[in-house]
């Protein structure tokens, strides 16, 4: 093993952007176990008496979700929300063509509200484009936003919610330039379904933010032409272009892996790009911004056709270290790309395609959950642009990168400071300088470690503490520096403050 030089350079006064905290948001779909046996699983007794998952809501408060959608995902699109709404006996069985399950519709709408409480959530709901039309999209919003005293808001009353649910984020639709998506549309109809949509839903609530489909992967045909067709078409109506991408390494190349910054970085470039193009050609004063409101690791192979079972096990990816340093690098591009994207949402929370697996009497955290809680937990302010000087590392798919991946965060007010480095190398500690420059005296208050020897390894139900984030001593700071080795195969946070 060689130890590697590197520097880092973090100045307070070099700032991105402000950081939003819909960043650090999930999503929760019909899908496999996500809902049922995840959130929400009232013959269990580790549940609240509205049927959540207590174990399950204490994880996901300990990630710090600021945002959460819902109700899909490919479901979405076939989906009638008024199948989820009123007495539950009453609520239809119903075949989900998507992925080929039985729905028991016993949790919708307004039991989804009750979890977004239980975790202080905000909720983002989509609404159908594919089986729906611009009508019931607008009557979804009427029913969760609008006061009594109209049809669809006194139904919700008669349901038992008499206050409006004031939800204030919706995506129109799912992923509908996907041949796999119930009633797929090419991007000129959907641009105008979407435009007329989305002004039906404002007009019934001036106060939310419409979230339009962009394309469902970079891979895509028609990426990024969908993307800027729909936009030139929907331009007015909507706040946000949506992302969805899933990473993975299928070639068993983990040199090229450990280096996924760099595609998420050239998804984002490329749709902010469009984003300024399509608003110079509209002529257009208003903007809109990226949700990345689909990533995670996926690829992995699990069944995901439940053969018309309820709450079948679709997408149980184990999630192993080199997974856990993707997420890291993930969430580090989020803060480095933090002046066009606002949103993004890890897909799914429990599960499904997810860092966090329940079985009747316990939970199960992959590594990848503290990549995730130690950014979402201390990610504040506004995001730094940090200068990083560390040896190359080469890789097949994207040549040569940085041995370290790193974002920092600066808050102003509390003058805290946090920063989040990723050291890829398989072999190679990296001794690391960091140069604090703004001139004030600097911290380190608090770090952690999330580290290991093989990028295979993982937590079982065995041995579910393999992997966590370990504090580490705080390093000192001596003439405006501060050393530490950063091991190989590593994540470190290091909290600090300035005064
Ligand atoms: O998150 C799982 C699925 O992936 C979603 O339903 C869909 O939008 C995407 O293809």
Not at 93 to 112: C, V
Not at 220 to 228: G, I, K, N, Q
Not at 393 to 399: A, G, H, V, W
């Amino acid at each position: 093993m060689l130890t590697l030089k590197a520097h880092v350079f973090v100045d307070t006064n070099r700032t991105i952007a402000p950081i939003s905290p819909l960043l650090f948001g999930g999503f929760v779909e019909h899908m496999g176990r996500c809902v049922y046996e995840g959130i929400y699983d009232p013959k269990s007794p580790n549940s609240d008496t509205q049927g959540l998952r207590k174990d399950v809501l204490d994880a996901l408060r300990d990630q710090a979700y600021t945002i959460i959608r819902y109700p899909g995902g490919n479901f979405l699109s076939g989906y009638n929300w008024l199948d989820g709404v009123g007495p539950k006996e009453l609520r239809p069985r119903r075949r989900d063509l998507a992925w080929q399950s039985i729905e028991t519709n016993q949790f919708g709408t307004n039991e989804f509200m009750g979890f977004c409480k239980a975790i202080d959530t905000a909720p983002m709901l989509g609404v159908n484009m594919g089986t729906g039309d611009v009508q019931s999209a607008s009557d979804l919003v009427e029913y969760c936003n609008a006061p009594i005293g109209t049809y669809w808001s006194d139904l919700r009353a008669s349901h038992g919610f008499s206050k409006p649910h004031n939800v204030r984020y919706w995506c129109v639709g799912n992923e509908m330039d996907g041949p796999w998506q119930v009633g797929q549309l090419d991007a000129a109809a959907y641009g105008k379904k979407a435009l007329e949509a989305a002004k039906m839903m404002k007009w019934q609530d001036s106060s939310i933010k419409t979230i339009l489909c962009g394309s469902s992967n970079d891979s895509m045909a028609t990426y990024p032409e969908w993307d800027r067709t729909t936009l030139e078409i929907a331009w007015e109506q909507v706040d946000y272009l949506s992302m969805h991408y899933y990473a993975g390494n299928k070639a068993n190349d983990t040199a090229s892996y450990l280096a996924s910054a760099v595609a998420f970085e050239r998804f984002v470039d490329t749709l902010d790009g469009t984003l300024r193009y399509v608003k110079a050609k509209n002529r257009s004063t208003h903007d809109v911004y990226l949700s990345w409101d689909e990533w995670q690791v996926w690829y992995k192979g699990d069944p995901l056709q439940g053969n018309w079972a309820e709450a079948p096990h679709l997408a149980e990816e184990i999630y192993n270290l080199e997974d856990a340093l993707v997420v890291a690098q993930w969430l580090n591009v989020f803060l480095r790309k933090s002046h066009v994207l606002k949103i993004a949402c890890v897909a799914q929370i429990v599960n499904v395609i997810s860092w966090l697996h329940t079985h009747q009497n316990g939970l199960l955290k992959h590594p990848s959950y503290y990549a995730f809680k130690m950014v979402s937990n201390h990610a504040r302010g506004e995001s730094l642009d940090v200068l990083v000087k560390a040896p190359l590392l080469e890789t097949k798919q994207y040549n040569a990168v940085p041995a370290l991946d790193v974002s920092a965060s600066f808050d102003t007010e509390t003058q805290k400071g946090a920063l989040f480095i990723v050291n890829r190398s398989q072999t190679d500690s990296v001794s690391t300088e960091i140069v604090w420059q703004n001139g004030k005296s600097v911290q380190v208050d608090a770090g952690w470690q999330l580290a290991g020897n093989n990028p295979k390894e993982v937590n079982t139900w065995d041995t579910p503490n393999q992997l966590v984030a370990k504090s580490i001593s705080a390093p000192a700071v001596n003439s405006g520096g501060t050393s530490l080795i950063l091991p190989p195969l590593s994540f470190t946070t290091l909290i600090t403050h300035s005064v």
